[in-house]
Nanobody, 126 residues
Framework: VQLQASGGGLVQAGGSLRLSCTASERPFSNRAMGWFRQAPGKEREFVSVFRWSGGTSTHYADSVKGRFSISGDNAKNTVNLQMSSLKPEDTAVYYC???????????????????WGQGTLVTVSS
């Protein structure tokens, strides 16, 4: 499976951006798809994912909760991340990721994700 990410760019603090990620083929029915980010000199960290497992669920890092919103389109194999009230500390390269048959307790772990997109830069100026 290949992941194609789009969106990102430069925005002022308080602004909004939208990221999209599309999988090249239909993943397993039980999967999580979403976003991690990596700032310069820091480790890659969990941001948000959309999980399909029977029903659907959304998951957010505490640092983005209430500001970011993720949605999933099963028919299009796509997830979208709407980022609002952006802060300079949100500046990072954002990576789309896919995990098949991930258990809930591991959903925030980088090692759970087997497919990664190419990364898109989000820069928030103060």
């Amino acid at each position: 499976v290949q992941l194609q990410a789009s969106g990102g760019g430069l925005v002022q603090a308080g602004g909004s951006l939208r990221l999209s990620c599309t999988a090249s083929e239909r993943p397993f029915s039980n999967r999580a798809m979403g976003w991690f980010r990596q700032a310069p000199g820091k480790e890659r960290e969990f941001v948000s994912v959309f999980r399909w497992s029977g029903g659907t669920s959304t998951h957010y890092a505490d640092s983005v909760k209430g500001r970011f919103s993720i949605s999933g389109d099963n028919a299009k194999n796509t997830v979208n991340l709407q980022m609002s009230s952006l802060k300079p500390e949100d500046t990072a390269v954002y990576y789309c990721a896919l995990a098949n048959r991930v258990i809930l307790s591991s959903i925030r772990s980088v090692s759970s994700y087997s497919a990664w997109g190419q990364g898109t830069l989000v820069t928030v100026s103060s």
